[in-house]
């Protein structure tokens, strides 16, 4: 049996230094883990200059090397800049797969948005993957990973037998929801950010109405569409019953998801935080249609649904708390079962404020994320070294960094910060940098070395604590 994505990882991490070596070898030791400048991937004068500004409020040393090491990973060592079609074209791959996922490559770059304005390569690099994408949702919306050239078949172990129907460019074809919304909100952030109306051509205007498209053919309200998916795997959660199409539903409007964004199965396919995340995605690709395309049908058309898919998840993903009140579930099937657990995937019920798909003063998100990060989650860890949020991906005991700095982006008061830094910072495994997931009771016992989405996560959250709440970098952790 060939390994899947979920057994990619890099051993183990290495033993923090002790406190007890020399002054002179901690500093030794934290000389920046970044590539040299001649093998960078990507550099930005807008990038270079965020991350001396943003370090030098930094005053715990550990945590500034982190940063430095971990904001522009994406930069240094995944994006890759071509041209097609006399276009800027530009390749994310997730870190130690050579692949791009559209969830991945869009959170990769966000931390960065706020900067395009300043740097017209960094708009270039933009520019391409706003294009690559829609390039690939063209090829299939139903896919989440793509390969470089888009005529070869995948080169994935774990995908060359599917039961699906797959197509030359895609590198896995797993159906998940925020498959399709990350690009939609990435678009949306660069827009904002620079009004630049360069990459919203007819391909992308195309790929936008096929991904809204899609979401409908998946409400399945006329039959199951077209989508199905199995594998032969040890894991259950790599495949699909029934034929492939998933766990029976009442059809109430809702979109189905047959993964999570972690690329396991979901338990039932109404995945609510997916279709919370589609419903925000949806006004936010609307209002390119409208302001970059002067595509007002496009526009009523993404809108319509966002608001179908709202008023339904109001009247069904509502569940009981256990204190009197009431919580988002996590799945549902529409016939009155549900779930409530939580991934540390984003989008997760814990992480539903940073990627906009709600406020987050709201009274029922801050309840739902509360409960999220209690012993009611029967993924949430408590241990020796940190405590955190896992997910079934990798298993039980095992917390994902993501949770935490999702876990201090939702923190009104600042002794949760600091205790999620002071977590963050110490469990790295003494590599600089953060990992898909660490061990609840040894940080050296951690899943991927080379993660880019989660070392873009910690960077932005150091970035917006820097300009917001820099009072919680000026002491050590």
Not at 28 to 40: D, G, H, Q, V, Y
Not at 262 to 275: R, W
Not at 432 to 444: I, L, Y
Request: glycine letters at 6%; a neutral charge; one cysteine or more.
């Amino acid at each position: 049996m060939t390994p899947s994505r979920r057994e990619i990882m890099a051993g183990t991490g290495v033993l923090t230094l002790s406190a007890a070596l020399p002054s002179m070898a901690r500093a030794a030791a934290r000389t920046s883990n970044r590539p040299p400048l001649a093998k960078r991937n990507f550099t930005s004068p807008a990038i270079e200059a965020e991350i001396a500004r943003v370090k030098a409020k930094i005053a715990d040393p550990k945590l500034a090397w982190m940063f430095e090491n971990c904001y522009p990973n994406t930069l240094d060592t995944t994006v890759e800049l071509g041209m097609v079609d006399g276009k800027p074209d530009t390749f994310v791959i997730t870190g130690d797969i050579d692949a791009m996922w559209l969830r991945d490559s869009s959170a990769q770059v966000q931390p960065y948005v706020h900067l395009a304005a300043r740097d017209a390569k960094l708009r270039q690099m933009f520019q391409g993957l706003i294009q690559r994408q829609a390039r690939c949702i063209l090829i299939d919306p139903y896919a989440n990973a793509f390969m470089k050239d888009p005529g070869a078949m995948s080169n994935l172990d774990w995908s060359q037998k599917d039961r699906t129907d797959m197509k030359p460019g895609v590198a896995e074809r797993k159906w998940e929801i925020d498959s399709l919304c990350y690009p939609m909100r990435l678009a949306h952030s660069y827009w904002m950010r620079t009004r630049d109306k360069t990459p919203f051509d007819d391909t992308w205007s195309r790929a936008a109405k096929l991904s809204v498209e899609t979401f409908r053919v998946q409400q399945r309200l006329h039959g199951p569409g077209p989508y199905h998916f199995q594998r032969e795997a040890f894991v259950p959660s790599d495949s699909l019953m029934l034929s492939g199409y998933g766990r029976p539903t009442r059809k109430i409007g809702l979109i189905h998801s047959m993964f999570r964004p972690s690329d396991d199965a979901c338990l039932y396919p109404f995945l609510i935080p997916s279709n919370l995340f589609a419903v925000s995605a949806l006004r936010k690709v609307a209002q390119l249609h409208r302001e970059t395309r002067r595509d007002e049908q496009a526009a009523a058309d993404a809108e319509a649904l966002a608001k179908e898919v709202e008023t339904v998840l109001h009247a069904h993903a509502l569940i009981p708390d256990g204190q009197g009140g009431q919580v988002w579930a996590y799945e549902i099937d529409g016939f009155g079962n549900w779930v409530f657990m939580d991934d540390a995937n984003v989008p997760s019920l814990s992480g539903l404020a940073i990627i906009d798909a709600v406020d987050g003063d709201d009274a029922l998100f801050r309840r739902t994320a509360e409960r999220a990060w209690s012993d009611r989650n029967p993924y949430f860890f408590r241990g020796k070294a940190a405590e955190g949020i896992g997910g079934p991906h990798i298993g039980l005991n095992m917390i994902w960094p993501m949770s935490i700095i999702t876990h201090a982006m939702n923190a009104k008061d600042d002794a949760t910060v600091r205790q999620c830094l002071h977590w963050l910072k110490t469990t790295d495994g003494g590599t600089g940098f953060m990992h898909e997931s660490f061990n609840k009771d040894d940080p050296t016992d951690f899943t991927r070395k080379w993660f880019a989405w989660a070392n873009a996560l910690f960077g932005q959250l150091i970035v917006e604590l820097a300009d917001h709440r820099p009072a919680l970098l000026s002491g050590t952790i």
